[in-house]
């Protein structure tokens, strides 16, 4: 939902082709690009797995959060939930705060994006006992 | 092709403001021997405060305390049982700046500008010096006396009476029209 937000504000094909009709050929034929074009859930999905690898090291922890913080979107609640599980089974609770101020900077402007994923994950904090950044004191500098 | 020596200072110089700030260099030695100081091991995994790395590639602090060894064990079980401080120390461990002590502004500006102010002042000076000092003595022919002696040959002369300099003179009542 937000990536599709954040991706109508950013001029690129991509965006553009959201509104155009849909082709019925079995491989979507795009005009901008050539090959398939992997849907939403499908990013989704695949940075789901990424993460819950039951025997995820740190180094790819590190390496999947910063590559999709890299992205030009902000990560479904869906894809947070496993990587904060799997800061859970690295025993990393530092990482996982990070996370979520991330998360927060990511939004920038859209100021209703972090309240939104927070709502969403409150119970894996809950459950997992990771504190936000607000409830460390550490969202002021 | 140059070799390019990729000091922390260096570094800090490319980078921008946006997103990132100095590469820190705990961990590293940097005594001085000698008068040479030693320039940032790059060989090895580096920390680095930057907002769109949120992992870096090894934790700040790695030489740590028995406190904070025991802290880490802690933190292998359940965090419910961690207490606010504690989970606040194991970020510490791990963190150097908080996103929102990355963001915080710097007043950079004020010396930027200030800098600005102060040589275009120092520049003002030099250029009063250069008025006293350097330029040649005023020409003669730019004093009010003779400017009024010119305009009166010019008119004498009848330059451009028609539509021009002469043509504004009321020769009549011997004033300008």
Redesign the interface.
Known sequence: MFRAALRLSVSGARSLTRSRPQYTASVAARSYSHGKQETDEEFDARWVTYFNKPDIDAWELRKGMNTLIGYDLVPEPKILEAALRACRRLNDLASAIRILEAVKDKSGPHKEIYPYVLQELQPTLNELGIPTPEELGINKA | MEMLHLTAGRVAGLLSRRGVAVFSTSGVKMASHGGVTEQTDMSVPLYCDR???????R?YKDTLSAADKSLKQK??G?????S?EE??A??R???NE????M??PTGEWKTVLGGIFFFIGFTGLVVLWQRYYVYPPHPRTLDDEWQAMQVKRMLDMRVNPVEGFSAKWDYEKGQWK
């Open positions: 907002l769109d790395t949120p992992l870096p590639d934790p933190e292998k359940p965090w419910n049982s961690l606010k989970k606040l194991l970020y461990i791990m963190f908080t996103y929102a002590e963001k915080k």
